[in-house]
């Protein structure tokens, strides 16, 4: 039985929006008391409704500027920022156009799976487009504690880059802006790689070909894992191949299709299975189930290249089935 994590209902106090694409949320209790604390990196799941009539949850980082240790201990209000996606689901369009100040949102209380570590050594900050949101928090609890922080932050245009002003005014010369449109191409991931020091740690946030790209060459450059920490800010899209197939149930003998546009977990869902889940984006490991047969094909962040070969475990919240059919011992 998947636990339930406890929800919370907040007012908009403020809807605001930074630019065409992008829009911030300030949300608090009716009451204006105490919220639940957390820390920098963590992120609120918000209901929406999709233009189906059914609801969801969407995943946003919170937003803190404040060098005051009360603004994430016991904060008043949290703020997000959200994305408008033209082409997702409908979770940002909801967000964007139906969200008003005034109006209540049900959300679940912060959870933290893109922890700030300790230790010594400086921080280098990776962002890529709106991924920047868990990063600016980061930036700020680096600067009050007086520790080496470093952010690049890359975008396609200036005019689309959110908290720019805040993040020039907190780390200064210690930001590096790269807008894709000024600079005549993408973000150079390698030259980054290449300028940091060996007992800085590393965090990225962004769409999954800027992660990709950083994972490969972090590897190529014989880097241990504990220097990477990253959050991925897109969910998975249908790729090119992608078709439908057959998952079996072993454990009850349950069958069902899995269409080309569809996951293995949210098909068990639908069909009133309770599986296992957190961040249906393959990075938290929550949904790892063993399979008996069939060959997977491996999309996650979380199993070894060792596991993935081995092929008898996969995240069913994002791989897929190479073939016709999976079984699945669950």
């Not at 605001?16 to 992008?22: A, F, G, K, S, V």
């Not at 973000?187 to 007992?199: E, Q, R, T």
């Not at 969910?235 to 090119?240: D, Q, W």
């Not at 639908?270 to 490991?285: Q, V």
């Amino acid at each position: 039985m998947t636990a339930q994590p406890m929800t919370l209902q907040l007012r908009v106090a403020e809807a605001r929006e930074l630019n065409p694409l992008i829009k911030t949320f300030r949300l608090r209790s009716a009451d204006g008391g105490v919220l639940p604390g957390f820390a920098a990196g963590a992120h609120i799941r918000v209901r929406v409704e999709l233009p189906d009539g059914s609801a969801d949850w969407r995943h946003y980082s919170l937003i803190n500027f404040s060098a005051d240790a009360k603004a994430t201990e016991a904060p008043t209000d949290y703020v997000i920022a959200v994305r408008k996606e033209a082409e997702g689901r409908g979770g940002s369009r909801f967000m964007h156009e139906r969200l008003r100040e005034g109006d209540t949102v049900t959300i679940e209380v912060p959870k933290n799976d893109f922890p700030l570590h300790t230790g010594p050594g400086g921080t280098v900050l990776l962002a890529g487009g709106i991924g920047v949101t868990p990063l600016a928090s980061m930036a700020t609890r680096r600067r009050a504690e007086g520790l080496p922080v470093r952010m690049h932050y890359a975008g396609r245009s200036r005019e689309l880059m959110a908290f720019v002003p805040e993040l020039q005014a907190l780390l200064g010369d210690d930001l590096r802006l790269h807008a894709d449109v000024e600079q005549g191409g993408p973000f150079d991931i390698g030259a980054m790689l290449d300028g940091i020091p060996a007992g800085d740690r590393l965090y990225v946030c962004g769409p999954k070909l800027m992660l990709d790209a950083v994972l490969a060459q972090t590897q190529a450059r014989g880097w241990t894992h504990d220097r990477v920490h990253f959050e991925l800010f897109t969910t998975p899209v249908v790729e090119e191949g992608d078709h439908a197939f057959e998952v079996e149930l072993a454990q009850s003998g349950q069958r069902f299709t899995v269409p080309a546009d569809q996951s293995i977990l949210d098909c068990l869902i639908e069909h009133g299975c309770d599986p296992m889940f957190d961040c249906k984006r393959g990075e938290c490991g929550v949904c790892a189930t063993p399979v008996m047969e069939g060959e997977i094909d491996h999309r996650d962040y979380v199993l070894t290249a060792r596991e993935k070969a081995e092929g008898n475990v996969m995240q069913i919240c994002i791989s897929r089935a190479k073939g016709q059919r999976l079984v699945l011992d669950i």
